[in-house]
């Protein structure tokens, strides 16, 4: 149950990351061509800067489960370093928790928000408004999905707690590997 649990979550977070992906590429193209527009050829686009935005507000909200489903969202390393290692699982608990109940708040409130303005419309789109806040629900319950996915995973021994990533042990290879070079490169021949 368990597993298949995960790999339903892998499946929707590699798709919401490729949503984000895409309106990445869209926001960034359309902001291209409202520049291009503006002040090459000196006749702004109505339309291309409404929906860069829109797409940008995708991108962030889409992006999120796969930020939160790697820690980056949620964790301080500083604090992981503090904390024993056999309270590990409750620091991860309890932010995991604070995370989803931030981001029910972000559904709850953005599925009301995406009701009350789907009578407006994008300006210069004539589309409703609604399509760009319904990001904030949709990309936050993805993100709860995550969540819910990565406390179940450490909580079974399958992922090791804290960030996927941790940029301290990084950049201490780093920096012995450069003190290594560097002491390599000082030491001399003997003459012969």
């Given amino acids: 149950m368990v597993s298949w649990l ?19 590429i869209i926001s960034v193209s359309l902001s291209f061509y409202q520049v291009l527009t503006r002040f090459i050829f000196n006749a702004p686009s109505t339309w ?14 889409m992006a999120a489960a796969a930020t939160f489903r790697g820690g980056f969202m949620m964790a ?19 932010i995991g928790l604070c995370c989803l109940l931030v981001l029910a708040v972000l559904v709850y409130y953005g599925i009301q928000m995406t009701q009350r303005v ?10 409703s408004m609604a399509w760009a806040y319904a990001a904030i629900p949709v990309g936050s319950a993805f993100a709860m999905l995550a969540v819910m996915a990565r406390l179940l995973a450490q909580s079974c021994g399958l992922e090791a707690l804290g960030p ?19 002491v390599g490169s000082t030491q001399r021949e003997p003459h012969s």
């Fill in 48 to 61: 291309s800067e409404t929906l860069s935005r829109a797409s940008m507000i995708w991108c962030v909200f």
């Fill in 6 to 24: 995960l790999r339903v979550e892998h499946v929707l977070t590699r798709l919401a990351l490729a949503i984000a992906i895409v309106m990445l």
């Fill in 164 to 182: 996927m990533h941790d940029e301290a042990i990084e950049q201490d290879a780093t920096n012995k590997d450069a003190i290594k070079q560097n």
């Fill in 118 to 127: 789907s009578r407006q419309t994008l300006s210069a789109l004539e589309v």
């Fill in 76 to 94: 301080v390393e500083v604090i992981y370093k503090l904390v024993p290692k056999r309270t590990l699982l409750a620091l991860e608990w309890m």
